[in-house]
């Protein structure tokens, strides 16, 4: 479970950037964040991480509170992220480096190192690549190599901050296939994005405006009640369709099952 408790965060005294926020994710959401540019979203990540700490206020992470030094580890240990540009993540020349970097940084002992290793590389699909040199991988391919290295530290959430932003169609669809599979197997996902028609997959929505809580709830509600052109938001082409046509069936992300659904309805 994690819990934003009345967190206060600025930059720069009197410049407010997280206002008053409390809410709580519990272990197994699929939970979409999103906002306009500079609305607070990757300084949201950031607190959930401990990387920056809550002025006022608490963040806590199964008991842990990230404001005790001592625990902050601990919360790293369990608290994986990846990032917009997956270049920026890389710190070694091969992909098998990658993936092994952090076991060993932990002391993992090799058997385990070995078992883990395999394990990430086989979820993202990578596992014909383990010489490969990740800076010369394709941008879908890079972004999966650095989800098995967060994969191999076993982590309880990943945060994806933007994380589909730069790929193309097909790398999109292959890497938030597998957020929904590491979600579907237990995992903690929590996904920062600017793509409208993935919020639809999610199981809750936050929605941030200028540093405030705007909407906490789930994707049909969201686009039922909330105007989405005034936070500088697109409707998906799923949604239009539904609100155009009047669909009885539920808002879905694969408008072609939409329809099906409709048809088999009436
Ligand atoms: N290191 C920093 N120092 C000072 N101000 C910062 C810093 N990082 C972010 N900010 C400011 O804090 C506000 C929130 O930034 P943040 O990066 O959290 O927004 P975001 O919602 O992630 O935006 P985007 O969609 O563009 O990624 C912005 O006004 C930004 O300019
Ligand atoms: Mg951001």
């Not at 596992?127 to 530290?153: C, F, N, T, W």
Request: glycine share 6%; aromatic share 8%.
């Amino acid at each position: 479970m994690l819990t934003f408790d009345q967190v206060h965060f600025y930059y720069r005294k009197g410049q407010p950037v997280i206002d008053n926020m409390t809410f709580t994710i519990e272990e197994g959401e699929f939970v979409a964040i999103i906002g306009s540019n500079g609305c607070g979203k990757s300084t949201i990540a950031k607190l959930m991480d401990g990387l920056l700490l809550p002025k006022e206020g608490h963040v806590n992470f199964n008991g842990l509170d990230t404001s005790e030094p001592t625990e902050l580890a601990r919360i790293h240990e369990q608290i994986g992220f990846v990032f917009q540009n997956p270049e920026d993540q890389f710190i070694t020349t091969t992909v098998l480096d990658e993936v092994i970097f952090g076991l060993e940084n932990i002391r993992v002992p090799r058997e385990e190192i070995r078992l883990r290793l395999d394990q990430a590389l086989q979820a993202v699909q990578m596992e014909d690549y383990l010489e490969a040199m990740p800076h010369q991988l394709s941008g879908g391919q890079k972004q999966r190599v650095a989800i098995a290295a967060i994969l191999a530290m076993r982590p309880q959430i990943i945060i994806f901050d933007e994380a589909t932003s730069m790929l193309d169609p097909l790398g999109r669809k292959q890497v938030l296939s597998i957020m929904h599979e590491l979600h579907h197997q237990g995992l903690t996902i929590i996904h920062i994005t600017h793509h409208m028609d993935e919020v639809l997959s999610a199981e809750r929505v936050l929605l941030i405006h200028q540093g405030r809580l705007e909407f906490d709830g789930d994707p049909s509600t969201f686009f039922d009640t909330i105007s989405v052109t005034d936070y500088q938001l697109d409707q998906p082409f799923a949604v239009r369709l539904h609100k155009l046509l009047g669909l009885n069936a539920p808002l879905t992300a694969d408008w072609k099952e939409m329809i099906r659904s409709e048809w088999s309805m009436s």
